[in-house]
């Protein structure tokens, strides 16, 4: 921010203070809880921050947002004074490694979540830096750290950056606890204990938190030391799977993790919220809008600033996706009322034009899905409810998400509703009139899935649903369309580089692709991310879960040629689609060498490519 006092207020919004001068105007002397993040301060629920915070004002607290603070300057840290309880510490919406490099570990340009989208707002290691500034800036001051970063790094990990195995971001950052998750019921009870005079050393007892203590607690599940994770391969991966193993909220146990003289504990993860605490969260009084002092367009908001979260938790478990690990696989839904009255409130906005550019959540189509079986639900130990195959006890029905679609469109200030979240498609082929709707009324010309491969091989280890799923769905897709007279194609999303994926599996996908008439210009390479079970095959080439030793491609030519061959219908990239064919002697690909460049066709009156991948959506 370069300038900390709003310009103006536009409603009677009032966002949370971010200065000196904006807690004098609330007639505070001091703040209760002291938030500290790399993003730029959206007052959005879409944003992690802004929603914790606010949930701890409607608790009473006073808080206050440093948001994208210099961490070299102590006098910006303590422009709002020294907080009374604790400062809450985040890297933001992303890891902010993720956020600052490529696959290619190039330094990336943009970031979304900065006005202007301008790059080197926050540092590299977001985490341990804000920690150690605020540890200089208030002396004794207690630290908590979360969000993404913090809870994909709880236990050693490996990190790509540094090509090594990390300890835990704990006991790098050296903060008194870690909340992992989505964290707002620890964060609540965390503030009301130390309000009512616990200190933050005593409190160990909390589901989703960790913390280092000089002894184990009874009955914790002991992984390899990190001692031993940093060395050996195979201790790693038997780290990894036992801590996989112990995700279930409603019968994990602790886990410990000795690093050095000291031992890591993580408690088990919170419970999920019901719908009701859900809904409460979702009503609290955002602005919904960035921080008035902001000069510039932040990109992430502009993505989401119409659209709605409708549920939150993924139950997909794909190998290469931190969801899971972060919002649990359990399906948390609002209500229908609770999101028709979020419409209400949008459609109060000035320039609000009456469409909702999306609803949904981290996976679209499973809005109002769960566990048919409570007691098999409290001791499942799976990572996913779709992979090997769909379990007996999930709820697919698609009635609670046919409901909602069908109340907002009839919602008089909605005139579009499109779906730009993903979708599962192995879960659409029991969700007939889910997809009816959407294919009706909710696809923008173009509809998003992300198969990820066309080969089979490969989406066993990615946890995804072979080709044979896509092929079924492409079909009904194109037979539905035509029916209703639509011009309407698809956007896949392919990973390219992932562990299991050798050249030969990525002809089988180009192939796939050309027979299918699908093209896209944009290819995802793998990344590996820290706490995703790829990352850990990536790292000790092994699958932790079967033992069965997996190729990894870690060459700098191997993953180009690889990402050549999805691009396989421009002529730049027609040299590596030649040299990948003669690699793994596949001349029956030879057709990829002779395809006529792309035809622009005509999508809802409009030129476009129906080719086109636009980038990800990040959750």
């Given amino acids: 921010m370069k300038n900390h006092t709003p310009k103006s207020t536009q409603t009677s919004c009032r966002f949370l203070p971010t200065s000196r001068a904006e807690m004098n105007e609330r007639g505070w002397d001091a703040l209760d809880v002291l938030f500290v993040t790399g993003d730029a301060y959206i007052d959005h629920p879409a944003f992690g921050t802004p929603l914790l915070a606010r949930l701890l004002e409607s608790e009473g607290f006073r808080v206050g947002i440093l948001a994208q603070p210099d961490w070299k300057n102590v006098e910006e840290l303590q422009r709002m004074g020294r907080p009374r309880l604790f400062a809450a510490i985040s890297a933001g919406a992303m890891d902010s490694m993720v956020n600052h490099y490529t696959a290619a570990k190039r330094l990336r340009s943009d970031d979304a979540y900065t006005p202007g989208g301008k790059a080197g707002a926050r540092p ?43 300890r835990s971001v704990l006991v790098d950052a050296k903060a008194d606890l870690l909340l992992f998750g989505m964290a707002e019921t620890a964060l609540c009870t965390l503030a009301k204990r130390l309000a009512a005079g616990e200190t933050i050393s005593a409190i160990h007892d909390l589901p989703g938190t960790a913390y280092l203590t000089s002894s184990a607690p009874d009955g914790a599940i002991a992984l390899p030391a990190f001692e031993e994770v940093v060395t050996d391969r195979a201790a790693y991966g038997r780290a990894f799977r036992l801590a996989a193993e112990q995700t279930n909220p409603f019968s994990g146990k602790s886990l410990v993790q000795a690093h050095g003289s000291r031992q890591l504990v993580i408690n088990p993860p919170a419970w999920p919220l019901d719908e009701a605490a859900l809904d409460r969260i979702y009503d609290l009084p955002y602005c919904r809008r960035p921080h008035p002092s902001y000069e510039s367009t932040i990109p992430a908001f502009e993505q989401i600033r119409n659209s709605i979260t409708s549920h939150r938790g993924c139950c997909g478990g794909c190998a290469f996706c931190a969801i899971t690990h972060h919002q649990g696989k359990l399906i948390q839904s609002r209500s229908v009322a609770s999101i028709k009255a979020e419409v209400d409130r949008m459609a109060a906005e000035p320039g609000f034009r009456g469409t909702l550019s999306d609803v949904g959540g981290p996976t679209a189509n499973m809005y109002g899905m769960g566990c048919s079986n409570p007691q098999a639900e409290e001791v499942c130990r799976r990572s996913s409810c779709l992979f090997p195959d769909i379990c007996r006890h999930l709820r697919t029905a698609d009635k609670p998400a046919v409901e909602l679609l069908s109340e907002l469109r009839a919602h008089p200030a909605v005139k579009h509703l499109f779906i730009a979240s993903g979708l599962r498609i192995d879960l659409l082929e029991r969700q007939p009139d ?106 000790t080439g092994v699958d932790p879960f079967s033992g069965e030793s997996v190729h990894v491609p870690r060459g700098d030519k191997e993953r180009r040629l690889q990402k050549a061959l999805l691009l396989w219908h421009l002529p730049e990239h027609r040299a590596d689609v030649a040299e990948a064919l003669r690699q793994c002697n596949r001349p029956d690909g030879n057709s990829l060498l002779l395809a006529e460049p792309p035809v622009p066709t005509k999508v809802k009156g409009k030129s476009a490519k129906t080719q086109t991948s636009p980038p990800r959506r990040r959750k």
């Fill in 434 to 539: 889910y997809l009816d709707a959407l294919l009706r009324h909710h696809v923008g010309g173009l509809l998003k899935v992300a198969p990820e491969t066309a080969s089979a091989p490969v989406a066993r280890i990615m946890h995804k649903p072979g080709p044979e799923s896509f092929q079924r769905f492409l079909g009904e897709f194109r037979d539905r369309s035509q029916a209703l007279d639509r011009r309407q194609g698809i956007v896949p999303y392919l990973i390219s580089g992932h562990p299991g994926c050798t050249l030969s599996d990525m002809v089988d996908t180009a192939l796939f692709l050309q027979h299918n008439r699908l093209r896209v210009e944009q290819v995802q390479e793998f990344t590996p991310t820290p706490g995703s079970l790829s990352t850990c095959i990536y790292h």
């Fill in 124 to 166: 590299n290691r977001a985490v341990i830096a804000y920690t150690a500034a605020i540890k200089g800036a208030f002396k004794g001051l207690p630290t908590i750290i979360g969000g993404i970063e913090a809870s994909l790094r709880r236990l050693a990990h490996y990190d790509y950056w540094s090509d090594s195995v990390r």
